[in-house]
């Protein structure tokens, strides 16, 4: 799948996950911008209206921004940052869509570092938890 495709797909899975906190109107203003900024292929400012939106919502964000916001610093070989980001999906998130994640492309150049697997053992039992409620 190309990066375009993974987006899309990202996007309309979790328009609608929170981690339940109903967002800020600056939150909203500010991930709006990073999502339009993601599409075009802008990873460095998306990222800093993420940053933004983030910490205009005490910190609290949707699982679909903080996965873009993690797949941007990803690509601009931000590791350690993509890995807060990915941590926060997989812990606070119950992020467990695995094959979205290992599918991904823009992920690939975290395949080697040792949070990889780390991150993915996470999503999984997330994954497995779902199923069983």
């Not at 993420?50 to 601009?76: D, M």
């Not at 350690?80 to 941590?87: I, K, P, T």
Request: proline share 1%; aromatic share 12%.
């Amino acid at each position: 799948m190309n990066k375009t495709i993974i987006s899309i797909l990202v996007i309309t899975l979790f328009t609608t996950s929170a981690l339940s906190q109903t967002v800020t109107k600056e939150y909203a203003l500010y991930s709006n911008r990073g999502d339009s900024l993601f599409l075009i292929g802008e990873y460095d400012k998306a990222v800093v209206q993420y940053t933004k939106a983030f910490e205009s919502n005490s910190g609290l964000a949707k699982v679909a921004h903080r996965y873009k916001a993690a797949s941007c610093y990803s690509i601009l070989n931000s590791v350690d940052s993509a890995f807060v980001q990915l941590e926060k999906i997989a812990n606070k998130g119950k992020f467990s869509q695995v094959d979205l994640i290992t599918a991904d492309p823009n992920f690939k150049n975290l395949y080697k570092d040792y949070r990889w697997n780390k991150t993915i053992a996470i999503i999984k039992r997330n994954e497995e938890e779902k199923s069983i409620n």
